[in-house]
């Protein structure tokens, strides 16, 4: 079968499950991610015959893609920030909206102008700590994270961007140490009542790891008030604190955290979303 032929069917076959413009774009990942041909060597390409090999990663993919399997695990890889990350069920499929956390982050870090102690709690695929340590090259980052399999892939994206990172593996709702004091520390914690995953897309609720979306219905900020308190202890003097956080759970962190003792901000996302919450002690 051609790359065209098989192109076409495809098309035919996922033609129910996503809208054309989406189709178009997952495909030209799946293409890139099976042959290693580029756009042009795609339409230079389009009359090869594709190895029997190929063909069955081709179909494989087309059975995970009905299944609602997101593109990016049946590949193995995502981009953040302009580089390419390894991830798997076992790791959150990183954001864009994450990417304006490390934004708001790095451009505090600029202004404070000197090599910062930052921790990233639940650290999963490694994105975040590893986005500030490019862009911030002189900051010393440590990833936190309960899971052995997410710290596995984390390690492996640290070395392919060849970044120095510390690693620690903790249960963060079950520790009352840390081994540093941090001028930063930044979490994109579990946000999201378990009440919501029926409202969710499948991609995200069936593939993804729970453990690192959801929380109780009746206690959906507690791993905000668990960070909250331990940085008390182990932020730095003038240290900061920066989450991402649930769209609709802005003026309840901003009153918890008034109610712990600190200062707190918020700022929206590209879709004018309360998105970031930045805090520091009175």
């Not at 695929?125 to 899971?147: E, F, R, V």
């Not at 109610?259 to 590209?270: I, K």
Request: hydrophobic fraction near 45%; glycine fraction near 4%.
């Amino acid at each position: 079968m051609t790359l065209q032929t098989q192109k076409q069917q495809l098309k035919i076959e996922l033609q129910t499950h996503f809208d054309p413009i989406e189709l178009g774009s997952i495909l030209s990942i799946l293409i890139v991610s099976i042959t290693g041909w580029n756009q042009l060597q795609q339409i230079l390409n389009k009359d090869t015959e594709l190895s029997p090999f190929q063909e069955n990663q081709f179909i494989q993919a087309m059975i995970a893609l009905k299944k609602g399997m997101p593109i990016q695990y049946i590949t193995g890889k995502a981009w953040f920030m302009g580089n390419e990350y390894l991830v798997n069920e076992k790791v959150l499929i990183p954001r864009p909206e994450t990417e304006e956390l490390i934004e708001w982050i790095t451009n505090y870090a600029k202004i404070i102008d000197k090599p910062l102690h930052i921790l990233d709690i639940g650290t999963g695929s490694g994105c975040i700590c590893i986005a500030l340590k490019l862009a911030l090259p002189n900051c010393i980052l440590t990833g936190l994270d309960c899971s052995d399999e997410a710290l596995g892939i984390a390690k492996q994206n640290a070395i392919l961007l060849n970044t120095d990172i510390h690693w620690i593996q903790d249960d963060i709702l079950n520790t009352a140490y840390l081994p540093n004091q941090y001028d930063l520390i930044v979490s994109n914690p579990p946000y999201i009542p378990y009440q919501e995953a029926s409202n969710m897309a499948i991609q995200i609720k069936k593939f993804e790891p729970s453990i690192a979306l959801f929380v109780p219905n009746e206690d959906p900020l507690l791993f905000y008030r668990a960070i909250a308190r331990l940085a008390k202890q182990y932020l730095s003097i003038n240290g900061q604190l920066f989450f991402e956080i649930h769209y609709d759970q802005g003026k309840a962190l901003l009153a918890l955290f008034e109610e712990m003792g600190y200062h707190a901000e918020l700022r929206q996302d590209m879709f004018g979303n309360d998105r970031m919450l930045r805090a520091s002690l009175k």
